[in-house]
Every structure is written in C-alpha cells, then in structure tokens.
C-alpha cells in the first residue's frame, strides 16, 4: 500500500467586467497538483508535478495570483484537466490511500472529477493529515500548513503555496504525528454523501427557525426570509422594544455531526446609517432525525 500526499493549487471567479458570472457547478478550478507518493515506511518513492490549463475561469483571480505566483500566461501552457487527471491516476495505481491537508484539496478533486466527467479515481481510501496532526497537538481549531511546520520545526526549503512545495512539507509533518498503530484511513467518498444526506435534511428545516427579539426574548413574527447555500436569513419587528431583527440561521459541522445554530441581530438606525450590533445568542440547536 502507498501513501499519496496530495496538494492543490486552484483558481476561481472573479469579476472581471460586467456580466461574468461564476459557473454555479464549479466553484473552485484546480489549476496545479503536486503530490508525493510514499511507502509503508512513509519512505519516498517519486513524485508529481502538473500545471493544469483551466476552461472555466481562465484569468486568474487577482488574490490566487498574489498567493500562489502562477499567472495566466502560465496556465494557458498548462495540461487540459483530463489529460492531467488521467496521468494523475495512473501515476497513483492500485491499492494506494490518498491524503492531505484538511478536506478542501479532496474536495476539489473530486468536484473536478465529476465537473469533467473522469470516474476512475477513487475515493474511498483517505487520511486526513490535519486531523492527525490537530489530536497530536490537542488542538481544536484547525491550524494551517504554515502554522504546523513552525510548530513542528520543520526546515522550510521552498515557498508555500506551491503544490508540490506545500505537499512535501504535508509529507514532513505526516511522517512526525502518523500513529501506524491507530487506523486513520476513512472511506471519504462514502462519508461525503452520507454528510450531504444530513446537509439536505437540514435544509429542509432551517426555514423552521423561529426569530425571538434579544431583549425581550419574545417570537417575532418574520416580515421577509431568503436562504442562501447553509444559511437562512429571516427579518423582523419587536413592536414591544420597538426594534427591527435580522435572524441568521446556519448549518455547522462539530465533531463529525451537523446541526442548526441560530443568532438574532439588532438592526439600529444611526445618523440614517444601518449598524449591526450582534448579539450571537447561540440559540440552542436544532436536532432533526436524520436519515
């Protein structure tokens, strides 16, 4: 068995001029991979290296250019993703888990994945190395890459946020806090659609949420509601306290379980100018059964 170390590098809308619109089925466009493929011993045994040539967004926003020092006349040279992929996959083989840094990178490529229409890759062998390294340290917010080979005084050779840069330096940190004898390795793709299963279930309750004045703790009845991806947003009158509410439900992830947050804000008129003053009440949590 190897381990495939995997980082990404990818690109995404920006407004350019009127009328550009981001592509709703492709948020993130990967623009390079790089990965490091290991033993069992986590010894190193070749790596990978690919510009990739993006079709959806082919400027490069401005923020991605600034971190990661690629350009657009660089990715126009690049390799069309399927091509890429397919190298990619091939260079992975048979019986190898892949892994990164958080669940961002995994994501994408499988996004990508499905956007160009390549199913050869597999996705049900994955370790979460910022996860390992989080328990290691007792951490509960999630650390950055940069962060982590500071704590760990790892020699930093080459810049970060460069793809086979940042999965070299993933590879340093996975060899340091990887416990052989605990089984991290996850079947990702069958826990994706069991959370996007949840996520929807949830999605049918957020617009359940009730709105409650911060000051009088009385329900308020909703004058205006929208949801957007994972949140609901709801408006109101306290005709008590004589003030306008703006509620903002979402769904978050703790501990591998998804649940409902809610949070009323006060809307106050200031000098004709509207200033928040957020009260982050934290209502209790909306517990659904799930399926």
Not at 158 to 182: E, G, M
Not at 213 to 226: A, S
Not at 237 to 261: A, F, G, L, M, P
Request: proline letters at 3%; glycine letters at 4%.
């Amino acid at each position: 068995m190897n381990y495939i170390v995997f980082d990404l590098e990818f690109n995404m809308f920006f407004k350019f001029k009127e009328g550009d619109l981001a592509n709703p089925e492709l948020k993130n466009e990967i623009i390079q991979i790089g990965a490091v493929k290991l033993n069992e011993q986590l010894e190193t045994i070749s790596s990978f290296d690919l510009i990739i040539k993006p079709v959806i967004y082919r400027r490069m926003n401005p923020y991605v250019r600034r971190k990661t020092n690629i350009n657009t006349s660089r990715v126009v040279q690049g390799t069309p993703f399927v091509k890429a992929i397919e190298s990619f996959s091939t260079w992975v083989g048979e019986d190898s888990v892949l892994c990164s840094w958080g669940h961002d990178d995994i994501l994408a490529l499988r996004d990508n994945c499905l956007f160009f229409g390549f199913d050869d890759l597999s996705f049900n062998k994955f370790i979460n190395i910022q996860q390992i390294y989080m328990k290691y340290g007792g951490l509960s917010k999630q650390p950055s890459l940069e962060s982590a080979v500071e704590c760990l005084a790892i020699e930093i050779k080459t810049p970060f946020h460069d793809a086979l840069s940042d999965a070299f330096y993933t590879v340093d940190i996975f060899r340091k806090v990887y416990d052989r004898s605990v089984d991290a390795i996850i079947n990702w793709d069958k826990v994706q659609k069991e959370n996007e299963i949840k996520i929807e279930a949830l999605k049918q309750l957020i617009n359940k949420a009730i709105i409650r004045c911060p000051q009088c703790d009385r329900v308020i009845e909703k004058n205006g509601e929208f949801t957007k991806t994972k949140k609901y947003f709801a408006f109101g009158c306290c005709t008590k306290c004589d003030i306008q509410i703006r509620h903002i439900s979402r769904i978050i992830q703790k501990n591998s379980e998804y649940s409902i947050v809610s949070n009323n804000t006060i809307i106050v008129k200031s000098e004709g100018l509207e200033q928040t003053l957020s009260e982050n009440l934290n209502r209790p949590q909306l517990k659904p059964e799930l399926p």
